[in-house]
């Protein structure tokens, strides 16, 4: 009897390993998408610093989607993260502490996940409300401090005289942007692909779980608490490296890294993409640099009417039909690409489960 | 040290009569109105233009001012706000992030980006003292002004059938739909005097706090400070909250200069993390 079970219970797990092996698996349009992604380098050579923007855009987009889109937690203080290591990375550089610019990439987003380790003990608490004012609080608190310390951070004249050293040694930071481009796009590859290693996870299981009800999640043996610290400390981490490139490749650091509306903007950006699949902060980011290109060539001084215009009028039509809109187009695009390669579907399975 | 403290008690009471409207509709509809500030930047800007431009005397132009951001209020909550009550939290935040984003740049667009000051009568300008403590003259008329109008608010909450109405629907929303008190009324009245008073605050204000495009936020954190800090359950609570944060504010610009708003940041998260509900919440219920 009890070898039965067993034998039943090693079949079941080797039924949802491979459940969930297939799921993670990489699809054509997945490929598809990065290959172009990359291919950018060399088919918009004028673009490279809105590219640019674009890139460190949906790097920061993709750390809140791993909080709001996979744990549920509302913030309004991604800013505090991605301002506290855009110092950091121009401070260490400034000073010369440490050269390299990759070396002071990593330390700059354990610097920011530090901060998150710290504060999440803070924004677990309370309802969403709460959660709102701590997270905004603490990245004010932050942008106050620099505005103080102003003989270190330039105060509100930015932090000046950062002179970033070349890539390896090798690649500088030119005025076109092409290296810092091609920096930024390999970081935000190399940061996606371990967030998607994350969300695939039974960890990343795990937070969905806890996102969709928390008590259940509790009572089938979750700890919520340590998962959501985890997501929080990992998810400011990445926001941290999308500061520190803003900061290396501009080889400038102003006060406005901490202000509201950044955060503002990157919740408008996760909407527009759609929150809870990775690929949402980046589809978001690009059609937000293009939606706001566009309006500022329009009315250069009110692009920010017609931003606020737009969030309006995505809550007032509901998210959840655009959701199902952009599903259905996403499932479009995804019978496309399968009848043109003639495989499996699996983007559908880049947005595990649906909401 | 006595000034610090008159003025931390002016600016409290502004903050208050800013920030009420908003606990009612927080603890009401459960609903987060981030642009509160808004409605607050209108009063204050129809005051200058009735005031500056028309020469409307000052003390008629801020009942005015009342009435036209109570109707503006009005129009906004049947028009559009009341679509968004059922939503979750992250919906009614981006709706009115859009909204606040919104005014910011038609303001500027109408009014120039400029700060902007009301003419205030010669009489309530300068200071004068009493037993050695220099009072602003506006001050002391909005400690009165504000004064009075919490007196009256805590009068009509308690003693008016309106009142035990909004309380009994801000405490069980449903049982008060059950004994047939028409909520969605009572919040639409609620709503226009809430946007009405701080269009009447951002009036008073503009002297003290300052005006231009930015008000609603710069002063949207204030506001959700008062409320969270006091609570949603009762008057008193964002009253005192208002109080403490007012003082606690030109205090800490008086003595830290340098730090600037950083203290009451500090002092509200220390009070979240302390107690999550707000310093002077009754239940944990909600």
């Not at chain 1, 203080?77 to 990439?105: D, R, T």
């Not at chain 1, 970081?187 to 371990?194: G, N, Q, T």
């Not at chain 2, 910011?104 to 009301?118: E, L, R």
């Amino acid at each position: 009897m009890t070898a039965v079970t067993v034998k039943n219970q090693a079949a079941l797990a080797a039924d949802v390993s491979a459940y969930l092996k297939q799921r993670a698996r990489w699809s054509p349009l997945e490929i598809a998408f990065w290959i172009f992604a990359f291919a950018t380098i060399f088919l918009f050579p004028s673009k490279y610093l809105i590219l640019k923007d674009t890139a460190i855009l949906a790097l920061f987009a993709l750390s809140l989607d791993l909080i709001l889109g996979y744990a549920g937690i509302i913030s309004l203080g991604q800013a505090a993260f991605f301002g506290l290591a855009g110092y950091f990375s121009g401070l260490v550089a400034k000073y010369g502490i440490i050269n390299e610019p990759i070396i002071a990439l990593v330390f700059s987003g354990l610097v920011a996940a530090a901060l998150g380790f710290v504060t999440s003990f803070l924004v677990l608490r309370g309802s969403d409300l709460t959660r709102l004012m701590v997270t905004l609080g603490v990245s004010l608190m932050l942008g106050e401090v620099a505005n103080r310390y102003s003989n270190i951070t330039g105060g509100a004249d930015g932090l000046q005289g950062v002179d970033i050293a070349p890539l390896f040694g090798r690649f500088h930071f030119d005025l076109y942007g092409h290296n810092g481009y091609v920096y930024c796009l390999i970081v935000l590859f190399v940061c996606f692909v371990i967030a998607r290693r994350i969300v695939y996870s039974p960890f990343g299981l795990s937070l969905r779980a806890l996102k969709g009800n928390t008590l259940r999640a509790a009572a089938i043996g979750i700890p919520v608490k340590w998962r959501l610290v985890a997501i929080y400390t990992v998810s400011a981490g990445f926001a941290g490296i999308a500061g520190a490139l803003l900061t290396q490749t501009t080889a400038f650091c102003s006060l406005d890294v901490f202000s509201l509306e950044r955060s503002a903007d990157l919740l408008l950006v996760l909407i527009i993409g759609g929150t809870g699949y990775l690929y949402g902060g980046l589809i978001g980011a690009v059609i937000y640099k293009l939606l706001q290109d566009w309006i500022a060539n329009l009315t250069p001084e009110y692009w920010q009417f017609w931003i606020g215009l737009v969030l309006v009028i995505i809550v007032l039509i509901g998210r959840d039909r655009m959701e199902s809109w952009t599903a259905s187009a996403r499932a479009f695009v995804v019978g496309l690409g399968a009848r043109i390669l003639s495989r499996p579907p699996a983007l559908g399975g880049a947005a595990p489960d649906g909401p | 040290m006595l000034t610090i403290l008159f003025d931390g008690v002016a600016y409290g009471m502004l903050l208050f009569v800013l920030a009420c409207g908003l606990s009612v509709t927080l603890g009401l509809m459960n609903f987060i109105n981030l642009a509160h500030g808004a409605f607050a930047m209108a009063g204050g800007y129809c005051t200058v233009i009735l005031v500056n431009r028309v020469g409307i005397p000052f003390a008629l132009g801020l009942p005015i001012a009342f009435l036209v951001t109570a109707i503006i209020g009005w129009v906004f909550e049947r028009t559009l706000y009341r679509h968004v009550y059922a939503r979750s939290h992250l919906d009614q935040v981006l709706f009115t992030i859009g909204l606040v984003f919104m005014s910011v740049a038609a303001i500027d667009y109408v009014m120039g980006s400029s700060q902007q000051f009301v003419q205030i009568p010669q009489a309530l300008q300068g200071q004068f003292e009493v037993f050695g403590v220099g009072m602003g003259k506006y001050r002391l008329l909005i400690i009165v002004v504000c004064g009075l109008l919490t007196v009256g608010l805590q009068l009509i909450l308690a003693k008016t059938r309106f009142g035990s109405r909004l309380r009994a629907a801000v405490d069980d929303q449903r049982v008060a739909r059950g004994l047939g008190i028409n909520v969605g009324a009572v919040f639409a009245v609620t709503f226009a005097f809430g946007s009405g008073l701080a269009g009447l605050g951002g009036a008073l204000g503009a002297e003290i706090l300052g005006l231009d495009p930015t008000f609603p936020l710069k002063y949207m954190i204030y506001f959700l400070i008062v409320v969270t800090v006091g609570g949603t359950s009762s008057i008193t609570g964002p009253f005192l909250a208002s109080l403490l944060l007012g003082v606690a504010d030109v205090a800490g610009k008086y003595y830290v200069p340098k730090l600037g708003a950083f203290v009451i940041y500090a002092i509200m998260i220390a009070v979240l993390i302390w107690r999550p509900q707000g310093l002077f919440a009754r239940s944990v219920a909600r």
